[in-house]
């Protein structure tokens, strides 16, 4: 079993900040991508940010120069740093993972619970 545990979400005015972690825990071997999707009311979940073992980034054209992902290899954990946030930021964040578990040796994907961002004066 793999499980993912999202912190960071909540409430902010206009232009605020927030930082989202999480943490992947359990029966994991190895990770490749880690990331963050989105999905806001009435619509279909997006790709933020994602962020390989080797560190390479990719972001979405929305995010991009406010959002910064960033990975800690030895705790297993994704952040993604939001600044200068809007009111159309305002979604459900997931975390996703990319990893393979110790007992397989095939690669799958995972999900977060999803931490809710509002973004409202």
């Known amino acids: 079993q793999v499980q993912l545990v999202e912190s960071g979400g909540g409430l902010v005015q206009p232009g605020g900040s927030l930082r989202l972690s999480c943490a992947a825990s359990g029966s994991i071997f190895s990770i490749s991508s880690m990331g963050w999707y989105r999905q806001a009311p009435g619509k279909q979940r997006e790709l933020v940010a994602t962020?390989?073992?080797?560190?390479?980034?990719n972001y979405a054209d929305s995010v991009k120069g406010r959002f910064t992902i960033s990975r800690d290899n030895a705790k297993n954990t994704v952040y993604l740093q939001m600044n200068s946030l809007k009111p159309e930021d305002t979604a459900v964040f997931y975390c996703?993972?990319?990893?393979?578990?110790?007992?397989?040796?095939?690669?799958?994907?995972?999900w977060g619970q999803g931490t809710q961002v509002t973004v409202s004066s």
């Open positions: 962020i390989t073992s080797g560190s390479n980034t």
């Open positions: 996703n993972v990319r990893g393979r578990p110790y007992t397989s040796p095939y690669t799958y994907t995972y």
